[in-house]
């Protein structure tokens, strides 16, 4: 045996090794057959046999580094070394068919070669580990974000990414799911229902958690119908898990990434369109996946400056509370009044539509709410103390507020430091379907009646208008939205009227105040009479007005009509 070719064989072997993160690559295999040449190998072979279920070999296990097609099963020689994880790893090498014995100097050496075949083996296993402990998602099988932002980097970096469309995505009526089939069995249908939709995937397609039920997910456009017919929602197999049968479905943002402009894009930035368009999804009544678009950039703009400028603005007070009254069609006097809020920002009126779509999406418009019950609790203080005959006072409350379980102790501190009777205030909450917001609702307005409060649903007409919602829940005020109202020249003027009838009449029946709201003519108002509609808040009377204005009308109670 030819010493220096040897060692420069070994040398060149060690050196391809050490470069490659995978011992099974082909330049390694190119590298090894030099040395099985020069040693009179016919065939390396490797398995991993289980040390728990006895000498059972694990058949996927079993690799050639190299193998001669002129090789002897027979004289073979075997290495056996113990594993980290409690396996043994067992090299074979067979001699070339017809071969003299090895001399012990060469079996030296083919054992040196398997000692190193075993560490650099190692070496791969403990990559390959350290890479799914910080790239993959241990619970649902999946990536993690770190990694799909290494995947978005590298299809940006090969030009590739314009093939692709990204998907973020949040899973719905977890809640729901949640209390119908437990916890546990809740999380086992979501990790099923993310391997479905895993494995519509390619290997040039990714699909990550981004933590809780949130996910993102890479895709080649042309598979984006099979995805989205899942997201749409699909009846998950939980035959093993529980009795019932669980549909999934999700909101989904939506960035076409191959329908835009080339220009150039990070990571970052693909992350963040697709997330605006997911947080619209999220909030859509309609639409459940919901697409990227520049209207859309242009409004997640406004809402981050509104997000911004909202504590500093509460700070200086920029939020006023202005007053529209709700006139009592049996006398027309004022008989209480809706407090509206008003954003002085830049010395511009911004109106609430604007900003409190976006307060909404988080907890500060439950601090604009405070603030707001603050201020009127201020003003009733004022009107008391300088004789002004106050009427009730509604205040608007945010569906947020009700998974605060110390809501109703913190209006009654607020009203109280005022000391402000409190059927002197009402609190307005629009309507809910949703089972657990229902069950929250409930409790919410039961708390507050305990209290001696108000309680109206707002804008009755425009969500559910679920019969259970004003059955189950003992509020006071119905406000019929204004979209109830019959509209002269509309096409179904008298099938309008009928509803609008029957609803009043159905509240009325069921112990609650009828408000109308957005009352405009003196038509809508006949019509309100003749249904026995008791009152009435809508620009037919006045608009919303500031506190000045207010109290005037407070001392001059009566309208002339
Ligand atoms: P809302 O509680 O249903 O208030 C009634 C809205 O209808 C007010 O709009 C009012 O100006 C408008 N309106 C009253 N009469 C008429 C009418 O005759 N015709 C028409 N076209 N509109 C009329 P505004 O003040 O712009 O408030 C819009 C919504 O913003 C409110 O609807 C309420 O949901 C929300 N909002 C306002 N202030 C607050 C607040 O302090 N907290 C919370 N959480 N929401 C608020
Ligand atoms: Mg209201
Ligand atoms: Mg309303």
């Known amino acids: 045996m030819d010493s220096n070719k040897y060692l420069s064989s070994l040398e060149y072997f060690l050196n391809k090794m050490q470069s490659s993160d995978d011992t099974f690559t082909a330049e390694v295999q190119d590298?090894?057959?030099?040395?099985?040449?020069?040693?009179?190998?016919?065939?390396?072979?490797?398995?991993?046999?289980?040390?728990?279920?006895?000498?059972?070999?694990?058949?996927?296990?079993?690799?050639?580094?190299?193998?001669?097609?002129?090789?002897?099963?027979?004289?073979?020689?075997?290495?056996?070394?113990?594993?980290?994880?409690?396996?043994?790893?067992?090299?074979?090498?067979?001699?070339?068919?017809?071969?003299?014995?090895?001399?012990?100097?060469?079996?030296?050496?083919?054992?040196?070669?398997?000692?190193?075949?075993?560490?650099?083996?190692?070496?791969?296993?403990?990559?390959?580990?350290?890479?799914?402990?910080?790239?993959?998602?241990?619970?649902?099988?999946?990536?993690?974000?770190?990694?799909?932002?290494?995947?978005?980097?590298?299809?940006?970096?090969?030009?590739?990414?314009?093939?692709?469309?990204?998907?973020?995505?949040?899973?719905?009526?977890?809640?729901?799911?949640?209390?119908?089939?437990g916890r546990n069995n809740c999380t086992k249908v979501m990790i099923r229902y993310i391997e479905l939709i895993n494995s519509k995937l390619t290997e040039k397609e990714a699909l990550c958690r981004l933590g809780g039920d949130n996910f993102a997910a890479v895709i080649k456009a042309e598979h984006f119908p099979d995805i989205s017919e899942l997201l749409l929602g699909t009846t998950v197999d939980t035959s093993d898990i529980c009795e019932e049968s669980v549909r999934m479905s999700a909101s989904a943002g939506l960035y076409k990434i191959s329908?835009?402009?080339?220009?150039?894009?990070?990571?970052?930035?693909?992350?963040?369109?697709?997330?605006?368009?997911?947080?619209?999804?999220?909030?859509?009544?309609?639409?459940?996946?919901?697409?990227?678009?520049?209207?859309?950039?242009?409004?997640?703009?406004?809402?981050?400056?509104?997000n911004s400028a909202f504590d500093d603005a509460l700070a200086k007070e920029e939020f006023l509370v202005v007053y529209q009254p709700k006139?009592?069609?049996?006398?027309?006097?004022?008989?209480?009044?809706?407090?509206?809020?008003?954003?002085?920002?830049?010395?511009?009126?911004?109106?609430?539509?604007?900003?409190?779509?976006?307060?909404?999406?988080?907890?500060?418009?439950?601090?604009?709410?405070?603030?707001?019950?603050?201020?009127?609790?201020?003003?009733?203080?004022?009107?008391?103390?300088?004789?002004?005959?106050?009427?009730?006072?509604?205040?608007?409350?945010?569906?947020?507020?009700?998974?605060?379980?110390?809501?109703?102790s913190q209006i009654c501190s607020i009203v109280d430091e005022f000391s402000i009777p409190h059927d002197l205030i009402e609190?307005?909450?629009?309507?809910?379907?949703?089972?657990?917001?229902?069950?929250?609702?409930?409790?919410?307005?039961?708390?507050?009646?305990k209290n001696g409060f108000a309680t109206s649903v707002?804008?009755?007409g425009t969500g559910y208008s679920s019969l259970n919602l004003i059955k189950e829940i003992p509020w006071n005020v119905l406000k019929l939205d204004k979209s109830l109202l019959p509209a002269c020249g509309s096409e179904n003027v008298w099938q309008d009227r009928i509803l609008f009838k029957y609803i009043v009449a159905m509240a009325k029946e069921m112990g609650l105040e009828c408000v109308a709201e957005g009352v405009e003519t003196m038509e809508q108002l006949q019509l309100l009479s003749e249904n026995n509609c008791e009152m009435a808040q809508g620009f037919f009377f006045d608009k919303p007005m500031n506190v000045k204005d207010f109290e005037d009308k407070l001392r001059d109670r009566v309208y002339t009509i």
């Not at 296990?61 to 396996?87: G, P, Q, V, W």
């Not at 650099?120 to 990536?143: C, Q």
């Not at 009427?391 to 569906?399: A, D, F, H, K």
């Open 31 to 181: 590298a090894i057959k030099d040395l099985c040449e020069i040693l009179r190998i016919g065939a390396v072979k490797t398995m991993f046999q289980s040390n728990h279920y006895g000498p059972h070999v694990d058949p996927s296990t079993i690799y050639y580094f190299y193998k001669h097609e002129l090789f002897s099963e027979e004289n073979s020689i075997e290495f056996r070394y113990a594993t980290l994880t409690d396996n043994t790893a067992v090299y074979v090498i067979f001699p070339l068919k017809g071969q003299s014995e090895w001399t012990e100097e060469e079996k030296h050496r083919i054992k040196s070669i398997c000692d190193m075949l075993f560490i650099f083996n190692g070496r791969t296993r403990m990559i390959e580990l350290s890479r799914r402990l910080a790239f993959y998602d241990p619970e649902f099988k999946v990536y993690n974000l770190k990694f799909f932002h290494r995947f978005l980097a590298s299809l940006i970096k090969d030009g590739s990414i314009y093939e692709y469309y990204t998907l973020n995505f949040n899973l719905k009526q977890l809640n729901m799911i949640n209390s119908r089939i």
């Open 259 to 306: 329908e835009q402009p080339r220009t150039a894009l990070t990571s970052g930035e693909i992350m963040d369109r697709t997330h605006i368009a997911m947080q619209k999804a999220k909030l859509s009544a309609k639409a459940q996946i919901v697409e990227f678009d520049q209207e859309l950039f242009e409004m997640q703009k406004r809402a981050s400056a509104i």
């Open 327 to 408: 006139v009592s069609l049996m006398n027309y006097t004022i008989s209480g009044a809706e407090a509206l809020c008003r954003w002085i920002h830049d010395n511009q009126v911004v109106s609430p539509g604007l900003f409190i779509p976006i307060l909404e999406q988080s907890n500060d418009i439950c601090k604009l709410d405070f603030y707001m019950l603050r201020k009127v609790c201020s003003d009733l203080r004022r009107w008391i103390d300088n004789d002004i005959p106050p009427v009730r006072i509604s205040v608007n409350l945010s569906r947020m507020h009700l998974k605060n379980p110390m809501l109703v």
């Open 427 to 449: 609190l307005e909450l629009t309507e809910t379907i949703n089972p657990v917001e229902f069950k929250e609702l409930q409790k919410a307005i039961n708390g507050l009646r």
């Open 458 to 460: 707002d804008d009755f």
